[in-house]
């Protein structure tokens, strides 16, 4: 068992804005449901840019209904997003009032405020710069979130932003983790935020030839592992969990999701949007995250992959988990939740790992959707059709997230003890 993981930390709040629920419950009953979040882009979009992609996984509920007209005018979507997640995880673990200089805040986002930048620009453009929003700078940066949630909750032992693409959201959590486990925090508010589907960056990813372009087929767009996959399914959100050393949860009578037990980090330092093909850093962040957790490769029970639904993409992390768990791995069910909500980018490894709490908190593995034939390649033990449980006793799950510049992220949760 590491040194790190004498103090342990716990998942005592949850917190989601996806394209499938405006809240964790209906987000998680959609999950159960299969349910795809996809829907069509708005038609003067496509009109005016000629978009080779019509679809994204966009928001379920707007945030008009859960923010007031100042909080949405003065927050760019990303930070809006972020507000309503952290404000459903803080009720959810009913900490009250505590010590401000005990509590930080660490949420990433891959691309940050690009709604205020590209909507300013226009205005500078078509107006002049005595329009632009006087607020448009801590609009725009990426730790705009995190800042605004560090003001809401009165969070002073820090505020921090990871910036890891799609490894964001996991890195921020495991960021959070080592914070409480120094004892910089007793309790940390963490997860990742992304509000990236405007014009630009569809056209740039697509460009790319990163998504999928099924627009005859839109909720069955996103098929991780499947053999004629073609693209992922762009969405947007936010995911946050609460954590807390276990002994001021337990202090104060706290339910007990699951415990974070480790944190796995690597980068491929190969290319900058591909990730190495053979898995090797993937791999180390994985088998680091086991061992931090005080685990054995045997321990894990599942794993909720970064699939992405990428050609590329998926074989490549398929190779990865080959590496990391050698003859197991064709073994340890694997569910990939792209399938249904897309993929968050900086917000997507948040959001998994707050699927992966609740997966061993309800001790059900979901099913991933949109699989009719399994790329020969992909020699996992996908779960599809049927939700699987878990085995009886203390269970550990593992979860993925990669990103652009070769970022690397495994967290691996384990039931509450």
């Not at 939740?337 to 897309?342: C, D, H, L, R, V």
């Amino acid at each position: 068992m590491s040194a790190g993981s004498e103090r342990r930390v716990v998942v005592t709040g949850l917190g989601v804005t996806t394209p499938v629920g405006g809240t964790t419950t209906s987000t998680w009953e959609a999950i159960l449901a299969g349910r795809s979040g996809a829907k069509p882009l708005p038609q003067e979009w496509l009109d005016e840019h000629d978009l080779p992609v019509t679809f994204a996984a966009t928001l379920d509920t707007p945030t008009s209904q859960t923010l007031s007209k100042v909080e949405v005018r003065r927050n760019d979507p990303a930070g809006q997003y972020a507000l309503v997640a952290s404000r459903e995880a803080w009720a959810d673990a009913g900490i009250g009032e505590m010590d401000p200089e005990r509590l930080g805040v660490a949420i990433g986002s891959g691309i940050g405020g690009v709604w205020t930048l590209l909507d300013q620009w226009d205005v500078l453009r078509s107006k002049g710069p005595r329009r632009v929003f006087p607020l448009a700078v801590p609009m725009l940066m990426p730790n705009g979130p995190a800042a605004a949630v560090s003001l809401d909750l009165t969070a002073r032992a820090g505020a921090h932003c990871p910036v890891s693409a799609c490894a964001s959201g996991a890195e921020g959590m495991g960021l959070a983790m080592n914070m409480i486990r120094s004892g910089r925090a007793d309790v940390m508010v963490a997860g990742g935020t992304e509000a990236a589907i405007h014009p630009l960056p569809i056209a740039a990813f697509a460009a790319m030839q990163a998504l999928s372009t099924r627009n005859d087929d839109i909720t069955g767009a996103s098929r991780p592992y499947d053999k004629d996959r073609d693209g992922f399914l762009i969405g947007e959100g936010a995911a946050v969990m609460v954590l807390e050393s276990e002994e001021h949860a337990k202090a104060r009578g706290a339910r007990i999701y699951a415990e974070l037990s480790g944190v796995g980090m690597s980068s491929d330092a190969y290319h900058i949007t591909a990730g190495e093909p053979e898995g090797a850093g993937a791999a180390r962040a994985m088998l680091e995250a086991v061992a931090d957790g005080g685990l054995e490769l045997a321990d894990i029970d599942h794993i909720n992959a970064h699939a992405t639904s990428t050609p590329v993409g998926d074989a490549a992390e398929t190779r990865a988990i080959h590496r990391a768990f050698g003859d197991r791995a064709a073994q340890i069910p694997v569910t990939a939740t792209k399938s249904m909500t897309g993929h968050l980018l900086g917000a997507a490894g948040a959001l998994e790992a707050v699927l992966t709490v609740l997966s061993v908190h309800h001790r059900t593995m979901p099913a991933t959707i949109n699989l009719h034939e399994q790329d020969e390649a992909i020699d996992l033990d996908v779960v599809a059709g049927e939700h699987r449980p878990f085995p009886d006793g203390d269970i550990a799950a593992l979860n993925n997230s990669f990103g652009f510049g070769g970022a690397n992220v495994a967290l691996t949760f384990r039931s509450a003890r």
